[in-house]
């Protein structure tokens, strides 16, 4: 019984992998880092499991669980040296060079992005993941008004980041 | 904002860059222990709980013979075992509500919750340890000097108020000790999780 969960878990999981390293790759800045958020949201995910009805998605319900362990349960190892925050102004001088290639001001768009708080982060994950603000509003355990001023004040912050 | 709908589509191209881990890898992470904040608070919690059971054992009359303590600090003994169990309870019950498939906001007052139960009991426990032991260090130096009525005799208001003031004193700096160790410990724990909450709490205004 316990091996026929365990394998479905891990199945399922391992097709829907992606949502994870997507969340580990906005909350940590290194492989290392990266590794231990995954693995602490897959016991995480693991430990939920036996209450998952099956009822809801698998990856929806692995949303919420995941973006939980990353913003509240996961801590940040010190082992890990952290990556310098980037000089904003290093941002202007850079944005000012590389202007129309899309590409760098991608990469910009991701170090910005890096630069927000806990939260601004899951609002914008939720976003990029195409979720309509209802669904943004109930994992976060916000109003939808109030999911929607937030975004609107995170574009305006990465649009402040990249041109100052 | 245009950027972040250019970003959007980016970041669909991307995931084919994600790393992509084997059925093996995921199996053996299932089978690690966490170590998340909420585990770390679960034990620290225990411990708290289990100080005062071991302040309960301390205070308790038949323990420590060797210092008659008077009659009322047994009484707080007795008392505070059903208090330590009304707080263990309400810790568990507290604890057993903490579910990752609620909102995050709800996960975060759950886990303050939680917390906010074990902070009222060592408070609790704290300003009545700090009581007794005031009344137990008077107690005992009293004793020493040959019991109540001795005392009393040769006591002048002086006396009285040097025993009185060097037993608070005393207790204040091992109470302050205790309560810097513990909001340390606290703070390192609950400060990531505050500061979210904070900024959860910043856009309902």
Redesign the interface.
């Known amino acids: 019984m316990t091996q026929d969960l365990?394998h479905k878990?891990?199945?399922e999981?391992?097709a829907n992998?992606?949502i994870v390293?997507?969340i580990c790759?906005i909350y940590t800045d290194c492989p290392d880092a990266?590794k231990d958020l995954?693995?602490?949201i897959?016991?995480?995910l693991?430990?939920?499991y036996p209450?998952f009805r099956g009822d809801a998605k698998f990856s929806t319900?692995m949303y919420?669980?995941a973006?939980?362990?990353a913003?509240?349960?996961?801590?940040?190892s010190k082992r890990h040296v952290p990556t310098n925050k980037l000089d904003p102004v290093i941002y202007k001088v850079k944005a000012v060079d590389y202007d129309d290639t899309?590409e760098q001001?991608?990469a910009l768009?991701?170090e910005a992005i890096k630069q927000l708080?806990?939260?601004?982060k899951?609002l914008v994950f939720l976003?990029?993941?195409?979720k309509n603000y209802y669904e943004i509003s109930?994992?976060?355990?916000?109003?939808e008004i109030?999911?929607r001023?937030?975004m609107n004040r995170i574009?305006k912050k990465?649009?402040n980041i990249?041109n100052p | 904002m245009k950027e972040l709908d250019l970003l959007k589509k980016d970041w669909k191209k991307r995931e084919k860059n994600l790393p992509k881990l084997s059925y093996e890898d995921i199996y053996k992470m299932i089978l690690k222990k966490s170590s998340s904040s909420v585990r770390w608070i679960f034990y620290i919690s225990l411990l708290e709980l289990g100080l005062g059971l071991l302040i309960i054992l301390f205070y308790h009359p038949n323990i420590g013979k060797q210092i008659q303590l008077p009659g009322f600090i047994d009484f707080f003994s007795y008392i505070s075992i059903p208090v330590l169990l009304y707080f263990a309870y309400r810790f568990f019950q507290n604890y057993r509500n903490i579910s990752t498939t609620s909102s995050v906001k709800d996960l975060l007052e759950s886990i303050m919750k939680a917390r906010r139960t074990v902070r009222l009991y060592i408070i609790l426990n704290l300003v009545l340890g700090g009581l007794a032991s005031i009344i137990t260090f008077i107690y005992v130096y009293v004793d020493q000097q040959g019991g109540w009525n001795i005392f009393v005799q040769k006591a002048q208001i002086k006396d009285y108020l040097i025993i009185f003031v060097v037993a608070v004193i005393a207790t204040l700096i091992v109470l302050a000790a205790l309560l810097g160790i513990y909001l340390l410990l606290y703070g390192f724990l609950m400060r990531r999780l505050k500061l979210n909450y904070k900024e959860l709490k910043k856009m309902e205004v």
Request: net charge positive.
């Open positions: 365990e878990f891990v199945s999981l391992e992998q992606n390293h997507k790759k990266h995954f693995q602490e897959t016991i995480q693991w430990k939920a209450k319900w919420r669980i973006l939980n362990t913003i509240t349960l996961y801590r940040k899309e001001q991608l768009m991701y708080n806990d939260i601004e899951a976003y990029l993941e195409d109930e994992t976060m355990g916000i109003t109030n999911a001023v937030k574009k990465l649009k990249l």
